[in-house]
């Protein structure tokens, strides 16, 4: 655990809405599994309140087609909910021209990451939550689906960790690759050349188990670049399986709205989110 030391002295705490500097992580100890085709080094970058007692913690996942990573839904969205009393990691992970499974086992690790040094951090390990937007949503929903266990036999302890999120946030989330789906973000993650078998392997409302997650999910109706029946076909299907899920759709509002300063309305999504992680421990 020497080199996991250095990192954590790396570290910033500060108390909640204080403006303050922060390091990335990188979240491989070398070249991430599967290299990286742009050079692209993955991260986590903790936004650590001060304090000595366990919080829960959220694990920011931004959108951006799987091309980029969006700025709006990167920083506000971490610093938001330390108000709110969580720490927060933001995640930033392989997009294009890297394919799937990279930005999976990179989310997987940032899980991973978090957990095993839940002590270090003061964070709960058993409250760890992902936040994804857009393509993100995606991507934390792919989490929500196929984590694992880990390896108890590994020699990295990051390794060891589980990658199984404990509740996730999905907001105007990307799901399926059928007809309401996001064509681009899903050429971006598995290639213009995808085969339809594998486009939907990743049509995440086929895939729902019983061993998922609680989900929070909102979107708004008029949505025009990631129709609402993205969030609508994934609800249906944990419904089916009886996983617990809370879901507001707002009838207005353009897509990638994040923390939605401008629609008062639609920015009650944040305290309803907050309550719900409150309610189950966080």
């Not at 002590?119 to 196929?146: C, M, N, Q, Y």
């Not at 129709?227 to 089916?240: D, G, H, K």
Request: net charge negative; proline share 10%; aromatic share 8%.
């Amino acid at each position: 655990m020497a080199a996991w030391c250095v990192i954590m002295a790396g570290c910033m705490v500060w108390a909640a809405g204080e403006e303050a500097p922060v390091e990335a992580i990188p979240l491989w100890p070398g070249e991430p599994p599967g290299g990286s085709e742009d050079g692209f080094v993955p991260t986590l970058t903790p936004f650590l309140l001060e304090g000595d007692a366990p919080r829960g913690a959220g694990v920011v996942v931004p959108g951006g087609g799987y091309g980029t990573r969006a700025e709006h839904e990167r920083t506000p969205i971490a610093r938001r909910f330390n108000e709110a009393g969580f720490h927060t990691f933001i995640l930033d992970y392989r997009v294009s021209p890297n394919r799937h499974p990279a930005p999976l086992m990179d989310a997987a690790r940032a899980v991973r990451m978090v957990r095993a040094l839940a002590e270090e951090w003061r964070v709960k390990p058993d409250k760890i939550a992902v936040l994804g937007f857009s393509a993100g949503g995606h991507l934390t929903a792919s989490l929500a689906v196929f984590y694992d266990g880990g390896e108890p036999d590994a020699d990295d302890p990051v390794a060891q960790a589980s990658a199984r999120p404990d509740a996730v946030v999905l907001c105007y989330p990307v799901i399926s690759s059928g007809p309401h789906g996001h064509r681009g973000s899903f050429d971006n993650l598995l290639g213009a050349e995808a085969t339809e078998a594998e486009r939907e392997k990743m049509s995440l409302e086929k895939h729902v188990h019983s061993g998922m997650p609680p989900a929070f999910l909102w979107s708004t109706a008029d949505d025009q670049a990631v129709p609402v029946e993205n969030s609508l076909m994934l609800a249906t299907a944990m419904r089916q399986k009886e996983i617990p899920f809370e879901m507001h759709i707002y009838p207005h509002g353009p897509h990638a709205m994040g923390l939605a300063a401008k629609d008062p309305h639609v920015a009650t999504w944040i305290p309803l989110c907050v309550e719900w992680l409150h309610g189950m421990g966080w």
